[in-house]
């Protein structure tokens, strides 16, 4: 007898395997609800083409970018892998990655940081130490909430709880180091606080500064702002891979066009070639 399953089931089934709780599972959670609910609920034991293409095409229908449908796609396909490999599913789609469009990063001028900073400061020490650790490290917020006191020593950060699953260590700025705070207790630097409250004395903050109106403020900014800082600084596109702890460099280049330092050289080179403003030539 073949068992059929809903997305739904197989999310009841595998979801706190695949999945750590946390920001990114309720969001997945919401993908999949979305997905069964175009399919309607329907119990499948065989995922076909014509399935996903359906699916694909109404989220497109919704008004959905390329780049969402690319991250609703990577949890259901993850999913089904899953299920696959249990044996729930017998046959999987050709998943293809939908082409993104290159938006523009934001990142935090000198003078935002400052006044956005203060603001902070003034309604929480905790999470002002927080924000120039972030800046500073280009971390996640999720690691550095997740870091404990063995996982700070002799000037430098060991995140272990990341995205992409890979730990990576990296060295502090003397602020960064500042702002760790080892005579405050708790079990690591920043166990006092927690996504929630942070975002709340963040919104408070940029809305006081006339930050308000910008969705790009959100605490995500202070890696970007860090990413931006390195590349301007003329750190190599490869390390600064490796301090963001990005899985593929494909992802940090993102960041490379703010390197224009490196393309300094082609105007001399240009200006060479130029021919003579008195020659005759030059008017043609």
Same mark, same amino acid.
């Given at each position: 007898m073949v068992h059929e399953h809903s997305v739904q089931e197989l999310f009841g089934k595998y979801g706190d395997i695949l999945w750590e709780s946390g920001r990114h599972k309720y969001n997945v959670t919401s993908f999949v609800g979305e997905i069964d609910e175009i399919l309607l609920g329907r119990k499948l034991s065989v995922f076909s083409q014509e399935t996903l293409d359906s699916i694909l095409g109404t989220l497109r229908e919704r008004g959905n970018?390329?780049?969402?449908? %690319?991250?609703?796609?990577?949890?259901? /396909?993850?999913?089904?892998?899953?299920?696959?490999?249990?044996?729930?599913?017998? /046959?999987?789609?050709?998943?293809?990655?939908?082409?993104?469009?290159? *938006?523009?990063?934001?990142?935090?001028?000198?003078?935002?940081?400052?006044?956005?900073?203060?603001?902070?400061?003034?309604?929480?020490?905790?999470?002002?130490?927080?924000?120039?650790?972030?800046?500073?490290?280009?971390?996640?917020?999720?690691?550095?909430?997740?870091?404990?006191?063995?996982?700070? /020593?002799?000037?430098?950060?060991?995140?272990?709880?990341?995205? /992409? *699953?890979?730990?990576?260590?990296?060295?502090?700025?003397?602020?960064? %180091?500042?702002?760790?705070?080892?005579?405050?207790?708790?079990? *690591?630097?920043?166990?006092?606080?927690?996504?929630?409250?942070?975002?709340?004395?963040? %919104?408070?903050?940029?809305?006081?500064?006339?930050?308000?109106?910008d969705p790009d403020v959100v605490p995500h900014i202070l890696r970007h702002t860090c990413a931006s800082r390195l590349v301007q600084g003329g750190v190599d596109i490869r390390r600064v891979q490796m301090w963001l702890g990005h899985q593929t460099l494909q992802m940090t280049m993102r960041y490379a066009h703010l390197a224009t330092n490196d393309l300094d050289a082609c105007v001399g080179v240009l200006e060479r070639h130029q021919l003579p403003a008195n020659c005759p030539c030059a008017e043609l």
């Amino acid at each position: 007898m073949v068992h059929e399953h809903s997305v739904q089931e197989l999310f009841g089934k595998y979801g706190d395997i695949l999945w750590e709780s946390g920001r990114h599972k309720y969001n997945v959670t919401s993908f999949v609800g979305e997905i069964d609910e175009i399919l309607l609920g329907r119990k499948l034991s065989v995922f076909s083409q014509e399935t996903l293409d359906s699916i694909l095409g109404t989220l497109r229908e919704r008004g959905n970018s390329n780049a969402t449908i %690319n991250r609703k796609m990577a949890a259901l /396909s993850k999913l089904l892998r899953k299920a696959h490999k249990m044996g729930d599913i017998h /046959s999987l789609p050709e998943f293809r990655r939908q082409k993104e469009r290159a *938006g523009r990063i934001r990142f935090l001028e000198r003078d935002e940081e400052k006044y956005l900073f203060t603001a902070i400061e003034k309604r929480c020490p905790d999470s002002h130490r927080l924000a120039v650790f972030l800046v500073d490290t280009g971390c996640r917020l999720g690691e550095a909430l997740g870091l404990i006191w063995n996982d700070v /020593s002799d000037g430098r950060a060991s995140f272990w709880l990341t995205k /992409s *699953g890979r730990s990576r260590t990296v060295p502090l700025t003397a602020r960064a %180091n500042a702002s760790i705070g080892r005579s405050i207790g708790g079990k *690591g630097p920043f166990k006092k606080l927690t996504g929630v409250s942070f975002r709340a004395t963040w %919104n408070e903050a940029k809305h006081e500064v006339g930050l308000g109106a910008d969705p790009d403020v959100v605490p995500h900014i202070l890696r970007h702002t860090c990413a931006s800082r390195l590349v301007q600084g003329g750190v190599d596109i490869r390390r600064v891979q490796m301090w963001l702890g990005h899985q593929t460099l494909q992802m940090t280049m993102r960041y490379a066009h703010l390197a224009t330092n490196d393309l300094d050289a082609c105007v001399g080179v240009l200006e060479r070639h130029q021919l003579p403003a008195n020659c005759p030539c030059a008017e043609l």
